[in-house]
């Protein structure tokens, strides 16, 4: 399969309606392509039905020097997204949220990214309890999946905002725990899923979903309770987790 055919097979799976992820036009994915290029869904386009012309393709470079601006105006970032295109002659705009695209796939083994708002997600990412309804694993599945701990960002608006908090928040957990995090979720908004292939980013979607439901279930039922993070790092060393990991990552 072609880098485009792997991208809306990617994006059909991440918009079925019984993960229950998205609707309408919610949501968006991207894989990275050749050279310092990836490509992104277009603005307004379902995840379910999207095709091949949805797929925008852009360069990273122009996106990202938007990050080292103090502020950026809607008219330079109409105009940047139009210089990051690869085909200037394709009319379909890029998601808002190319720019975070465009910075996670910059870092190392990330090559695919699904972007949700999986309803059990964000019943939690919307509670008064955010984030610590989030926090931590409730089960070894959920560890070997998704990791240690995840990143969770404060409501933003989308765009640059977003994508400089979303920097921030992947650096400091890759300084606490020594490895990049596979799930990113933001308040009020949603999760995002990183994967070294399209597959994982899949599994990391799924995974993120089921735990947010459990967590819904827990609270339910009396209060979460997480593993402890001793439990967490036994589980994540041993090596038996260790090979089922890279297993379900595809790798």
């Known amino acids: ?19 229950d992820a998205v609707i309408l036009g919610e949501g968006n994915t991207s894989v ?21 012309e949805h797929a925008v393709h852009l360069r990273r470079a122009p996106l990202m020097a938007l990050l080292e601006k103090e502020s950026v105006s809607e008219q ?79 409501y933003v608006d989308p765009g640059v905002v977003l994508a400089k908090c979303i920097k921030s928040g992947v650096d400091a957990y890759m300084s606490k725990w020594g490895q990049f995090p596979k799930v990113i979720y933001m ?5 995002i899923a990183l994967g070294a292939n399209p597959a994982e980013a899949l599994n990391v979607t799924q995974m993120a979903i089921k735990a947010a439901r459990m967590r819904l279930g827990a609270l339910q039922a009396g209060g979460i309770n997480p593993l402890s993070p001793d439990i967490v790092s036994h589980l994540l060393g041993r090596p038996d987790e260790k090979y089922r990991q890279q297993m379900l990552a595809g790798k």
């Not at 392509?33 to 095709?51: H, P, R």
């Not at 308040?187 to 999760?191: E, K, L, M, P, Y």
């Open 1 to 19: 399969m072609s880098i485009v055919d792997d991208f809306v097979s990617m994006s059909h799976a991440a918009g079925a309606p019984e993960l």
């Open 76 to 154: 330079e970032l109409q105009e940047t997204y139009k210089l990051s295109k690869v085909d200037e002659t394709v009319k379909a705009r890029p998601s808002v949220e190319a720019i975070f695209h465009a910075l996670l796939l910059g870092y190392p083994n990330v090559k695919a990214v699904v972007h949700t708002h999986a309803t059990a997600v964000n019943a939690l990412t919307c509670s008064k309890g955010w984030p610590t309804v989030l926090a931590g694993r409730m089960c070894p599945d959920e560890a070997v999946v998704i990791g240690p701990d995840s990143v969770f960002i404060p």
């Open 32 to 52: 990275l392509g050749e050279g310092d290029t990836f490509y992104v869904k277009a603005s307004g386009c379902n995840l379910l039905t999207l095709g091949a």
């Open 187 to 191: 308040q009020n908004h949603g999760v």
